[in-house]
């Protein structure tokens, strides 16, 4: 199963540089459609999605999280944001329970 990030340049490309390919976006509403997409994509078990993206289609995310369990559908803080600084790596092992 692969992991697909949805987000900013800069947010997608803090997963690439640790192999996890993503999708960047610069709306929430094309994030919204790219959700969707990966959504009924049988090889993604897991979508990232930036805090600062999807802030404004939380209600959209959880409606889509009640009818389809995989993939599953995390939301991380964005680079920058106020949750302060944000190690990607550990965020994605604790994730995985590596």
Do not use: C
Request: glycine residues 8%; without cysteine; positive net charge.
């Amino acid at each position: 199963m692969q992991i697909v990030t949805v987000g900013s340049r800069v947010f997608v490309t803090s997963f690439q540089l640790a192999g996890v390919q993503g999708v960047i976006v610069k709306s929430p509403e094309k994030a919204l459609v790219e959700i969707i997409r990966l959504m009924n994509d049988s090889t993604v078990g897991l979508v990232l999605v930036s805090d600062d993206i999807s802030k404004t289609i939380g209600n959209k995310l959880t409606e889509l999280r009640s009818k389809k369990s995989t993939p599953s559908v995390f939301e991380l803080p964005a680079p920058g944001s106020q949750k302060g600084e944000v190690d990607y790596r550990l965020l994605l092992k604790q994730i995985l329970g590596v």
